[in-house]
């Protein structure tokens, strides 16, 4: 049982091209993220939603629009990618403290 | 702002040896520390945290310590195994409540 699932978990696409990441959790979470890793392995946060709430933005180009249809879900749409936008994308979720993630989307843009 | 500082970038040690991983905070009013194991190809995973109000705490052959006078907190892993090999990231949980800062993370090397 996957708690904290995404998808695609590759994606390859050309510079200029819109794309989404699709994110759910089974563990009835209230707060979802949006995570950026890039190739050095730094963890920057993107977003922050609570209760389908944005709560934190952090300085992200507004290429990226995240939507949250429900508690459960957040997805991660990026327009007009650049070749700077190639990272793994971490969805993840918390109740309290402990903050789970799903195992990654790997973008490559081309 | 929330800051964590995190040291060795790179940890190689022999099979059965203990590794220490460090990390420094700027932000007094943290209080909710915990450290994430990251293996290749997956998403970070919670191995321990610790609260302000502890100094330290163990499971099995992992331990954190906190200094709050001095702002930093260790991963202590003793008895290294290969399969300890990974990327260790120490954080933070931002003031809110709804942000997690980590650590550039520490790459992991147990030779065996």
């Known amino acids: 049982d996957t708690a904290v699932s995404q998808t695609p978990k590759y994606l390859v696409t050309q510079m200029g091209n819109d794309k989404s990441i699709k994110c759910e959790q089974n563990?009835?979470?209230?707060?979802m993220y949006w995570y950026k890793q890039d190739s050095k392995k730094f963890l920057k946060i993107m977003f922050s939603y609570n209760n389908k709430e944005l709560i934190i933005n952090e300085t992200v180009p507004n290429r990226f629009s995240p939507k949250s249809p429900d508690k459960a879900h957040l997805n991660l749409h990026i327009n007009s990618l650049e070749l700077g936008d190639s990272a793994v994308y971490f969805c993840?979720?918390?109740?309290?403290?402990?903050?789970?993630f799903g195992e990654g989307s790997w973008l490559t843009v081309v | 702002g929330e800051n964590v500082e995190q040291h060795p970038s790179t940890l190689s040690v022999q099979e059965g040896d203990s590794a220490v991983i460090k990390c420094t905070y700027s932000?007094?009013?943290?209080?909710?520390f915990p450290w994430y194991k990251q293996e290749l190809g997956k998403g970070p995973q919670l191995i321990i945290d610790?609260?302000?109000?502890?100094g330290e705490k163990k499971d099995q052959r992992i331990a954190v310590t906190l200094n709050k006078t001095a702002k930093h907190f260790s991963l202590h892993i003793t008895e290294t195994q290969p399969e300890d090999s990974a990327v260790y990231f120490c954080a933070l949980l931002g003031t809110g409540g709804f942000k997690t800062i980590f650590g550039a993370g520490t790459r992991l090397f147990v030779k065996a």
């Open positions: 932000d007094s009013a943290s209080n909710y």
């Open positions: 610790i609260r302000s109000n502890v």
């Open positions: 993840a979720s918390s109740q309290a403290l402990s903050v789970y």
């Open positions: 563990l009835g979470h209230d707060t």
